[in-house]
């Protein structure tokens, strides 16, 4: 289904005055107000194909109300509504095998009729498919047999060829490689492995592309991880070349990790890819953005934006933003935008830290002042200075509001039934 923007416009204009009266209230005291906006306004998280129908756990899966995508066509038209809501998801993360797209001409001109373009290309070998040769039930890249590698690293060629056919830039790799028992494998072993095939891989990159390494402590393994955290990432992106770069995923870390100062060092190194966005309470909990632990998520902003500044960057296309998330209790799409809308305020507050008083702060070892300042940014109420941003772009002031008032989900039902399930899931 498409929104009629003259729905959007009217809902709008229904609370326009209520988000005047909050947006002047904060905008007064924001320095640089128009800059802030141009910048929430540029910067667009990329949402993945998997999150637009209902995810499951291990114990099972309960079915959604329906009006899930059935095909590609209607993942990008999914995507495109989000879009339309929040200006902010401009581009599709797509996963092969569970995207092959068979027409990729008309494929990319639906994306472009809704404004969106391809991000990073994702590879599966943590599963195998039906009509598969060589199972990957111990290992893709790291595996004992030459022949099971050299069936991930084709897959992996392919997956780019079909994110060339789209404009997509960049292949996201993560391997569930590993071991489940000490003595299961040879660790150094299965890393050369691991860093041959990746080499293979990255041999068949075209120029522009990026190849980024994601890591993840545990599970499905659960003994050893062959790419279980930044420092091993970060030594095959190293070993791999200047187009490798080490991806972060939120929950892929161990409980209490300082995330926000691997991407610190990840950013001085030239060797951050982007993040993969999502939260979580124990492991790889997959939960809406934000919805755990808003402030560790705008500790590491602050630390983007500061490390982003001081090498110059372009925060909006230097680096992959993407939201990584899938579960079971909420509408996928009301839960995206609520991800979404975690990330645009956290990066607002971010881009509020006085970063030229942080620094005197630091240089004196003023520790109380430090934390006043980050604090200060970060219980600043900085939604209305987002609902303007998405406002100005043509968005709706309020996209859950929106959704549900304009019943979206009962009207993809209708369209599609009730007993949809995403491809893929
Ligand atoms: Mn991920």
């Known amino acids: 289904m498409q929104v009629e923007k003259y729905k959007i416009d ?21 320095n640089k107000l128009e800059d802030i906006l141009k910048k929430l306004a540029d910067f667009q998280v990329a949402i993945p194909s998997w999150a637009l129908g209902t995810g499951g756990t291990r114990f099972g899966r309960f079915p959604s109300k329906g009006g899930e995508p059935r095909s590609l066509e209607e993942k990008i038209e999914d995507v495109g509504l989000l879009h339309a809501l929040n200006r902010s998801s401009g581009a599709i993360s797509l996963h092969i095998p569970w995207d092959i797209p068979s027409n990729a001409k008309s494929i990319k001109a ?4 809704h404004g969106l373009k391809f991000d ?28 099971v590698r050299k069936q991930a690293v084709e897959h992996n060629i392919e997956v780019i060829k079909y994110g060339v056919e789209l404009g997509s830039e960049s292949l996201t790799v993560w391997l569930a490689d590993g071991s489940c028992f000490p003595g299961q494998l040879n660790f150094r072993n299965a890393f050369q492995n ?31 991880t062959t790419v279980g955290d930044w420092g091993q990432s970060l030594l095959y992106a190293s070993k791999l070349g200047p187009k ?97 809308e975690a990330i645009m305020v956290a990066y607002a507050q971010a881009l509020l830290v006085d970063e030229k008083a942080l620094k005197e702060a630091q240089l004196s070892n003023d520790v109380v002042r430090a934390q006043e300042i980050l604090q200060t940014a970060y219980r600043t109420d900085v939604r209305p200075l987002v609902a303007e941003a998405r406002l100005r772009a043509g968005g709706a002031l309020d996209p859950v509001a929106f ?8 009207n993809l039902v209708k369209e599609r039934g009730a007993k949809t399930v995403a491809t893929g899931l």
């Open 10 to 30: 009217e809902f709008n204009n229904s609370i326009e005055s209520a988000h005047k009266r909050k947006f002047d209230f904060v905008a007064a005291d924001v």
């Open 120 to 147: 990073a290309m994702n590879s599966n070998t943590f599963q195998d498919q039906p009509d598969q040769k060589h199972s990957y039930k111990f290992g893709s890249m790291q595996h004992t047999d030459k022949a």
């Open 244 to 340: 490798a770069y080490t991806l972060v995923d939120l929950g892929h870390h161990l409980p209490n990790a300082n995330i926000e100062q691997i991407v610190s060092l990840l950013l001085m190194e030239g060797k951050l890819a982007g993040f993969h966005f999502n939260d979580s309470k124990y492991g790889d909990d997959d939960l809406t953005v934000g919805s755990i632990n808003p402030y560790q998520l705008f500790l590491i902003f602050k630390e983007l934006v500061e490390g982003m500044d001081t090498r110059g960057m372009n925060h909006a296309s230097d680096l992959g933003w993407m939201i990584d998330a899938s579960h079971n209790v909420k509408d996928p799409l009301e839960d995206l935008l609520q991800s979404v």
């Open 110 to 113: 639906l994306a472009a009729q």
């Open 194 to 224: 691991t860093l041959e095939s990746l080499q293979e891989v990255y041999a068949a990159l075209p120029d522009a592309w990026k190849l980024f390494v994601e890591y993840k402590a545990f599970e499905p393994n659960f003994y050893s």
């Open 403 to 410: 959704y549900r008032t304009q019943d979206v989900r009962g």
